[in-house]
């Protein structure tokens, strides 16, 4: 007993006079760029991840490789 689709289209029907087409243009504009921005914030974020696990694998690297060479030198 789910919503069918005639029930959609009354209920469409009611907010489209309730708030008129501008104001709904407007909200879904709206909604659109906050969508739109968090999910730019969420891939700048996972970016940002990817850099500093990137940077300490790095810093490990040179860690081992720097043993590496002082262990070399000693024999």
Not at 15 to 36: C, E, H, M, P
Not at 60 to 70: N, R
Request: net charge negative; proline share 0%; glycine share 10%.
């Amino acid at each position: 007993m789910g919503i069918g689709i005639w029930q959609l289209v009354i209920i469409l029907l009611i907010v489209l006079l309730l708030f008129g087409a501008k104001r709904l243009r407007n909200i879904g504009s709206d909604l659109g760029q906050a969508v739109k921005g968090f999910r730019s914030a969420v891939k700048e974020e996972e970016s940002k991840g990817s850099t500093e696990q990137l940077e300490k694998r790095e810093g490990e690297v040179i860690d081992v490789e720097a043993s590496k060479i002082k262990e070399e030198d000693k024999a």
